[in-house]
């Protein structure tokens, strides 16, 4: 499976300030997601990152807010805006081969917003 | 809606025996499964799938169970090792939407 390197794997961060998550894959992949994973809760899918084109994203979730680029098949941002306490979660990228297989998963950016 | 329903928050077994981790599921439409484990500052790591056409699928110490009948799939581990300790997720998504759906999680944790 596809090696999936997450940054920063933590960080801390003031209300109102926004936070850039990179996620690099060790080869080319064609579905690429960005979940969130608040505290107690599910892995819930933000959006899909389409490979150059606007991200798809789910109910609950809009550009302004998690804007995320995706330049080509190994690289994705997420950018978590004008952050508040609410966003403390953990974000993670995830890959997929095609619909019926496996995601494989980053490890994983824990966000607190203080 | 929760669509995917782990209804056990933990578990505890003893090492060497079996642990049966449950898994629900409300939308008829979901034809295949998967069962993620999850160590703490990690990523989840895919453990087993098994598609709908499909009711038992074995990989090693780990069997997945589907009863479609019941909306219901089962993770066993047999036997149970302390390395086994985590957090067990059980997804759900349906063809051709690339869309899966998680349950809440079961922390697993295996007694020397």
């Known amino acids: 499976s596809a090696v999936i390197s997450q940054k920063p794997s933590r960080d801390i961060c003031q209300r109102g300030t926004s936070l850039t998550i990179q996620c690099q894959v060790d080869?080319?992949?064609?579905?690429m997601f960005w979940y969130r994973q608040q505290p107690g809760q599910s892995l819930t899918l933000i959006a899909t990152?389409?490979?150059?084109?606007?991200?798809?994203?789910e109910s609950g979730f809009v550009i302004d807010k998690f804007p995320i680029s995706r330049p080509n098949l190994t690289f994705s941002t997420l950018t978590v805006s004008n952050m508040s306490p609410e966003d403390s979660s953990i974000y993670l990228c995830?890959?997929?081969?095609?619909?019926?297989?496996?995601?494989?998963f980053g490890n994983g950016t824990r966000l607190t917003v203080t | 809606d929760q669509q995917v329903k782990q209804n056990s928050p933990s578990l505890s077994v003893q090492e060497g025996r079996i642990s049966i981790l449950n898994c629900d599921y409300t939308?008829?439409?979901?034809?295949?499964f998967l069962w993620y484990k999850k160590y703490p500052a990690e990523g989840p790591t895919f453990l087993i799938s098994?598609?709908?056409?499909?009711d038992k699928n074995e990989d090693g110490r780990f069997t997945v169970f589907l009863n479609k009948s019941a909306k219901h799939l089962s993770l066993h581990i047999v036997p149970s090792q302390p390395g086994d300790s985590a957090v067990y997720f059980c997804?759900?998504?349906?063809?051709?939407?690339?869309?899966?759906?998680f349950g809440t999680g079961t922390r697993l944790k295996v007694l020397a």
């Open positions: 939308n008829s439409m979901f034809d295949y």
């Open positions: 080869s080319q992949v064609t579905m």
């Open positions: 995830s890959v997929g081969r095609d619909n019926n297989s496996p995601l494989h």
């Open positions: 098994i598609s709908s056409i499909k």
């Open positions: 990152a389409n490979q150059g084109s606007e991200a798809t994203y």
């Open positions: 997804a759900a998504s349906e063809s051709g939407t690339y869309k899966y759906i």
